[in-house]
């Protein structure tokens, strides 16, 4: 056996002997009922991607598109050597990043008045099927 290989192979073996060690130690371990992606939802919170997100909220995504090239170009411009064009795309940062903060507060906003959680959502259904049936009949 090489000399690095029985090094390592020591390593590992002392570091798997310090692995159990912590694994056992004094602190707790998260139930596997409340932990990450258990599959219940806590707090009405629910699981959500960045695409879903975006979707909610598009000015944002515009917000930083806008801000990047504003960057992108500040760089091309510092690279070539003209300032006062490095500085307008700073002043373009600037009105990207207003914009993006503003699509926000928006969004925020919006979302707060319209939000409806599961509970209320179900209840609602529940409301309209039950007059659509009356309705039937």
Same mark, same amino acid.
């Given at each position: 056996?090489?000399?690095?290989?029985?090094?390592?192979?020591?390593?590992?073996?002392?570091?798997?002997?310090?692995?159990?060690?912590?694994?056992?130690?004094?602190?707790?371990?998260?139930?596997?009922?409340?932990?990450?992606?258990?599959?219940?939802?806590?707090?009405?919170? +629910?699981?959500?991607?960045?695409?879903?997100? $975006?979707?909610?909220?598009?000015?944002?995504? =515009?917000?930083? /598109?806008? !801000?990047?090239?504003?960057?992108?170009?500040?760089?091309?411009?510092?690279?070539?050597?003209?300032?006062?064009?490095?500085? +307008?795309?700073?002043?373009?940062?600037?009105? $990207?990043?207003?914009?993006?903060?503003?699509? =926000?507060?928006? /969004?925020? !906003?919006?979302?707060?008045?319209?939000?409806?959680?599961?509970?209320?959502?179900?209840?609602?259904?529940?409301?309209?099927?039950?007059?659509?049936?009356?309705?039937?009949?």
């Amino acid at each position: 056996m090489g000399f690095f290989r029985r090094v390592f192979m020591s390593t590992t073996q002392s570091q798997s002997v310090h692995d159990e060690r912590l694994k056992h130690g004094g602190v707790p371990a998260i139930p596997t009922d409340i932990g990450y992606k258990s599959g219940k939802e806590t707090k009405g919170a +629910k699981e959500n991607g960045v695409l879903s997100q $975006a979707v909610s909220n598009p000015g944002v995504v =515009l917000g930083l /598109g806008l !801000t990047t090239a504003a960057l992108l170009g500040m760089l091309r411009k510092s690279f070539i050597g003209d300032k006062a064009g490095a500085q +307008k795309m700073m002043q373009y940062r600037i009105m $990207a990043q207003f914009f993006t903060i503003t699509a =926000l507060v928006a /969004g925020v !906003t919006v979302f707060g008045t319209v939000y409806e959680s599961k509970e209320e959502r179900e209840k609602r259904e529940d409301a309209e099927r039950i007059a659509a049936l009356a309705l039937k009949h």
